[in-house]
């Protein structure tokens, strides 16, 4: 196979009967991430599908760029709770124990340990630390009037040096989730500028890979930027909103941010 060419792509299982849409859905929209992907690189292709409370497999490393992410679980539903989605979840809560739907690192990452705050739990101050010195207390005060519940983080750092962060905010709804949109991106850029960081813009994240029940906004860091470039994403399911950045010197790749994302957001959906 040349570089030119596209590997096929290979048939979706079928799904089972009694399944709803999201299910067909989810197997039509990775078809098409795969396909982005395969158009910035080569090897093997393959797409994935959803079901709900079940494993969920990550996107395998090929030399497009894309990481090796161990086999995704989402956290069992205590007996008789809806999904954050399900239509008599009307407040979206998240069940399930929001620190087990953080994504796990990829293989032969390096995992930051001073982000597993006390029992999982990151002290707001510490997540408040990666925005520029001057945007804290506002964007603080904005987290308390709109009651924040919990943070948990994740992070790693690849052996090619980039460091990845994910920080998981829970609010008291769904309804607030989405007020607080407007805290964190205003104008299609992000409301508050991050440390080494004050200027984004959109980020050219593939359609494909979005998904239809995530509210998603997603940026890179415009140029001239320093001796790295971030990429930053917002994206809110139900009662939490997930933040993903990722920083590399030289510039950061678009691949294995639209792929960490898109697997993030699927856990919280």
Do not use: C
């Amino acid at each position: 196979m040349t570089e030119s060419q596209t590997p096929p792509l290979p048939e979706p299982p079928p799904a089972r009967p009694g399944k709803d849409r999201r299910r067909t859905r989810a197997v039509l929209r990775w078809a098409a991430v795969v396909a982005v992907f395969a158009l910035t690189g080569t090897g093997t292709a393959y797409g994935i599908s959803r079901a709900d409370r079940a494993d969920l497999p990550g996107l395998a490393t090929r030399t497009d760029g894309r990481w090796e992410y161990p086999a995704l679980v989402r956290p069992p539903l205590p007996s008789g709770s809806p999904g954050p989605l399900a239509t008599a979840n009307k407040a979206g809560t998240h069940y399930a124990d929001l620190r087990a739907l953080r994504l796990p690192a990829p293989k032969n990452a390096t995992v930051d340990k001073t982000l597993s705050g006390t029992d999982g739990w990151l002290p707001v101050k510490d997540f408040l630390a990666q925005y520029d010195g001057s945007e804290r207390h506002q964007m603080g005060q904005e987290l308390t009037d709109l009651g924040l519940r919990h943070v948990t983080s994740r992070g790693w750092t690849t052996p090619d040096g980039t460091r990845t962060r994910i920080d998981l905010l829970q609010f008291a709804t769904a309804e607030v989730a989405e007020q607080s949109q407007g805290s964190f991106v205003s104008f299609a850029v992000p409301r508050h500028p991050l440390r080494g960081a004050p200027a984004f813009e959109p980020e050219g994240f593939p359609e494909a890979a979005r998904l239809d029940e995530v509210w998603l906004a997603a940026f890179a860091e415009a140029k001239p930027y320093g001796k790295e470039q971030t990429r930053v994403a917002y994206a809110s399911a139900g009662d939490t909103v997930a933040m993903v950045t990722q920083s590399r010197p030289g510039g950061a790749a678009a691949v294995p941010f639209w792929q960490t994302v898109t697997l993030q957001s699927e856990l919280l959906a």
